[in-house]
Every structure is written in structure tokens, then in C-alpha cells.
């Protein structure tokens, strides 16, 4: 089995000393694509903010490759943790080509992995739509050739096209190693790419399994505990 490289244990996390969420346990094993699904305002956010050092843990332990840490997201990124969050991190006034090559990464990886940026290599990231955006983003985690990727709704106001495009290129990264731990608001095109998933509900986990048996199960799940996701992003959330 392979190696455990990112791991809550006992975790509660909030703020101001109260928990949002309680008493989490989830581990990611090298290769293994991870998704916490869960209504807005659910945790999942605060959750991985925990596990990338941002937020410090109410109680409980976060662990990172083997060990448990409370080392500062730039640490764990030197260490190997690429964080991918919906603000898309670029800078905009840069080219997609100079975003790319930021943090020493390749332009030809990116290309490798998402070819359809080529034509926009020397536009201002910020004329990019968001679909490009993302690509770049994605593209210039993956180039540090991380160990652990987390993602928050990296999806967010994408067509659906997209969607399937950058969970693809996600897929593939984890089936040369990567460890994966995905916040998705797509449930079944993530179950589709993944290997395990969980629910978050009130603060704590209220369902787990592998992605297989899940998948049968989409139309209960998202009844039961995602009711409220799909309204908010409707409204509120589409950006680009
Ligand atoms: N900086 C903060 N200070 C205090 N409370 C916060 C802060 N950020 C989030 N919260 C609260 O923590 C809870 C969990 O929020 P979080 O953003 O983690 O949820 P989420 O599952 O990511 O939701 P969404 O699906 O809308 O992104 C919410 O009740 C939220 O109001
Ligand atoms: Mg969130």
C-alpha cells in the first residue's frame, strides 16, 4: 500500500477558538485522488486551510508526508504541498508564459499537460478567461512536481468542458504519484476521477467510501447533505 502523505487526525479546526469542524480524520496515500464534498459553509474550506499551515488546528493533529507538522504553508510547499485555491493566484499583469515560469517551472510541462494554452503564452494572464487562468495555475502547481496537491473548487464557474479537462490532467497526476485532496462542487464528474470521498456536515463526517460505491449513490448524497451547494454557486459564486 502506499505511503500515507497527507493526514488529519483528530483534527477540529475554526476560528477564534470555535470549530467549524470536528474531530476529522482523513488520510491521503501517494497516487489517491481525495474529495471532501460538503454543503457552503460546511468546513471544507477551513479544512484544507489547516492542512496547508494557513489556519492553525483547534485541537488535533495535521500530518504531512509521515510526520505530523505545524510548519507554515510556505514551508510545506517547499517540502512538496501545492495549494490551488479559487482565488487563482496568477499575476495578472504578467504573461501566462512568465506565471508559468515564476517558481523555476517549465512552459513545455505546461504545454505537455494543457497544449490549448500555446496560443495565449504571451497575454497578460489577466486577459485569460478563466478557464485559462485555471490551466495556468494547475500547470505551474504541477510543474514543482508536488507531492501533495489540494484543491478548492478549482472548477468554480468553469464550463463543464473544462471541468472534465482539468480533472483529467489532475487523474493523470496522481497515477504518476501524486496525492491528491479535492473540494469539488461536479460530485459525479469528481467521483468519477477519484478514489475516495467524503462528506462533511455540521461540522463533522457524516459519510465516506470508496468513489465506486458513491457513484451509485450521487442523487441520495447530493439530497441529503449538498442540498444547499448547488443554490449558493448559482447565485453567487460564478466568477469566470
Ligand atoms: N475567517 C473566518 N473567520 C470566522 N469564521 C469563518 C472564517 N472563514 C470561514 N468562517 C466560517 O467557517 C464556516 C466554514 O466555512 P468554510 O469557508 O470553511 O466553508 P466551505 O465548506 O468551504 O463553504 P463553501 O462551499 O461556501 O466554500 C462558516 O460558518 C464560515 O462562516
Ligand atoms: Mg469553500
Do not use: W
Amino acid at each position: 500500500m502506499s505511503k500515507t502523505v497527507l493526514e488529519a487526525r483528530n483534527l477540529s479546526v475554526g476560528y477564534g477558538g470555535q470549530a467549524v469542524v470536528r474531530d476529522l480524520n482523513l488520510a491521503v496515500r501517494a497516487g489517491e485522488i481525495v474529495c471532501l464534498f460538503g454543503n457552503n459553509g460546511s468546513g471544507k474550506t477551513s479544512t484544507l486551510l489547516t492542512l496547508a499551515g494557513e489556519l492553525p488546528p483547534i485541537d488535533g493533529e495535521t500530518r504531512f508526508l509521515g510526520e505530523a507538522t505545524r510548519a507554515p504553508l510556505y514551508q510545506r510547499v517547499r517540502r512538496g504541498l501545492a495549494f490551488i485555491t479559487d482565488e487563482r493566484s496568477l499575476v495578472f499583469s504578467l504573461t501566462a508564459r512568465d506565471n508559468l515560469r515564476l517558481r523555476g517551472g517549465s512552459v513545455d510541462g505546461a504545454l505537455a499537460l494543457f497544449p490549448e494554452l500555446e496560443p495565449h503564452l504571451d497575454k497578460p494572464a489577466g486577459l485569460l478567461s478563466g478557464g485559462q487562468q485555471q490551466m495556468v495555475a494547475m500547470a505551474r502547481s504541477l510543474a514543482n512536481e508536488p507531492r501533495v496537491l489540494m484543491a478548492d473548487e478549482l472548477s468554480l464557474g468553469l464550463a463543464p468542458k473544462l471541468v472534465d479537462r482539468l480533472l483529467r490532467a489532475l487523474r493523470q497526476a496522481a497515477d504518476r504519484g501524486l496525492g491528491v485532496l479535492l473540494v469539488e462542487q461536479h460530485v459525479s464528474k469528481a467521483l468519477a476521477i477519484s478514489d475516495r470521498a467524503l462528506v462533511l456536515s455540521q461540522g463533522r463526517v457524516v459519510l465516506e467510501g470508496d468513489a465506486a460505491d458513491l457513484k451509485q449513490r450521487v442523487g441520495d448524497i447530493e439530497a441529503a447533505y449538498l442540498a444547499g451547494a448547488s443554490e449558493k454557486h448559482r447565485t453567487d459564486k460564478h466568477s469566470g
